[in-house]
């Protein structure tokens, strides 16, 4: 049964998941399902990434910071652990840590391995718009 409380906390709910954008423009946890899904749909970006590799440490900062900027508003982004991602790596033929794929309609559009500079991550990542 629904009271005054609980009709109030789901309707708050309903008003914040009406603007809240298709995709939290922020790196997120890798799921298989999650990325399949949303690169399905759209847009999507993929860090493959290692706590213990220096490039991806100085990627992961510079492709937040870049997500942050509202024209990737839209865009579901990943990271995918190297260490534990094994055959999700071999599927996307992406054997390397500190490989950024970009996917647009559910196809590859663009790839980089080892790049730290942020112009041209940036540039790489607008493939995805």
Same mark, same amino acid.
């Not at 603007?19 to 990325?35: D, H, I």
């Not at 996307?92 to 080892?114: H, Q, Y």
């Given at each position: 049964?629904?009271? +005054? ?6 309707? =708050?709910? =309903?008003?914040?998941? /009406?603007?809240?954008?298709?995709? &939290? ?13 949303? +690169? !399905?749909?759209?847009?999507?970006? =993929? ?9 991806? +440490? %100085?990627? *992961? ?6 997500? &942050? ?7 579901? =982004?990943? #990271? ?5 991602? *094994?055959?999700?790596? $071999? #599927?996307?033929? %992406?054997?390397?840590? /500190?490989?950024?794929?970009?996917? $647009? !309609?559910? *196809? ?8 730290? +500079? ?9 493939? &995805?718009?």
């Amino acid at each position: 049964m629904f009271d +005054r409380r609980s009709s109030l906390g789901i309707l =708050a709910l =309903a008003a914040a998941l /009406s603007v809240a954008p298709a995709f &939290a423009a922020s790196l997120q946890p890798f799921g298989t399902a999650n990325f399949e899904a949303a +690169r !399905g749909k759209g847009a999507v970006i =993929a860090l493959i990434d290692a706590s213990w590799c220096p490039t991806c +440490r %100085a990627q *992961k900062p510079i492709v937040t910071k870049l997500l &942050a900027d509202p024209k990737f508003a839209k865009v579901a =982004a990943f #990271a995918i652990d190297y260490d534990s991602e *094994k055959p999700t790596l $071999k #599927a996307l033929n %992406a054997p390397d840590r /500190s490989t950024i794929l970009v996917f $647009k !309609g559910g *196809k590859e559009v663009g790839r980089s391995v080892g790049d730290t +500079r942020e112009e041209t991550i940036a540039a790489l990542l607008e493939k &995805a718009l």
